[in-house]
């Protein structure tokens, strides 16, 4: 595709409940990353794939967060019993690997509501 | 562990009023800082990518510069459409996790 799909555009859930949300990324990238934005906040790394493998999860918050990759394309990030705290934005990034740092291309989020 | 600290929180201009916004940064070995410009309900989007201290890059009414401690974004004689959120993040590794600061919103009023 032109760019990052990110899949629902919002959801909202009840506390405890699972949820999952989708991450297409262009075509051809082979790092993808997942960031977590709270309301007035910056972005918060979550977890980093190249390829189908995650060399970094280190940011994910808990062990009720998890995520996979497949085909070296599409990701899901999972969270089982959601909490109230975990009410955010979630977005996805996908870039090319060089010999640089490479310029992260945003998908526009899933804006998770937890009741 | 990577640190960036942007100021101000939030900045109001008027039109054609320049300014400037500061990220300042700790990274252990800094590969490269990143500026994006983020509009309300969307993803941000990149806009300046500087390598080293001495580094400037321009476009349009936006100059980024880079000194070894902090990174300042340019903007001369803003115009409305340049009211957004801007993000400075900074990079220790050619791949993998980029720290993002809390960014600064500015708000061009006509």
């Known amino acids: 595709g032109a760019g990052v799909s990110q899949s629902p555009s919002n959801k909202v859930t009840e506390k405890g409940k699972d949820v999952e949300l989708r991450c297409d990324p262009i075509?051809?990238?082979?790092?993808l990353y997942w960031y977590r934005q709270r309301l007035g906040q910056g972005l918060e790394f979550l977890i980093y794939?190249?390829?189908?493998?995650?060399?970094?999860k280190s940011g994910l918050p808990s062990d009720r967060f998890s995520a996979e990759r497949t085909g070296e394309s599409v990701s899901t990030l999972t969270i089982q019993r959601t909490q109230q705290e975990d009410s955010a934005v979630y977005l996805c990034a996908s870039s090319l690997v060089t010999g640089a740092p490479e310029k992260l291309f945003f998908g526009s989020g899933t804006q998770l509501s937890v009741l | 562990e990577d640190q960036v600290t942007q100021s101000p929180e939030a900045l109001r201009l008027q039109e054609g009023e320049s300014s400037s916004l500061n990220c300042s940064y700790t990274?252990?070995?800094?590969?490269?800082l990143f500026w994006y410009r983020q509009d309300p309900g969307k993803g941000p989007e990149f806009l300046f990518t500087?390598?080293?201290a001495g580094e400037e890059k321009e476009k349009e009414r936006l100059k980024a510069t880079l000194t070894k401690k902090e990174s300042f974004l340019h903007i001369t004689a803003p115009k409305p459409e340049d009211s957004a959120t801007y993000l400075c993040?900074?990079?220790?590794?050619?791949?993998?996790?980029?720290?993002f600061g809390d960014g600064t919103t500015l708000t061009v009023k006509p």
């Open positions: 993040a900074v990079r220790n590794t050619n791949a993998g996790k980029s720290t």
């Open positions: 075509s051809g990238h082979t790092a």
């Open positions: 500087l390598y080293s």
């Open positions: 794939f190249q390829g189908n493998s995650a060399p970094d």
């Open positions: 990274v252990s070995g800094l590969r490269g």
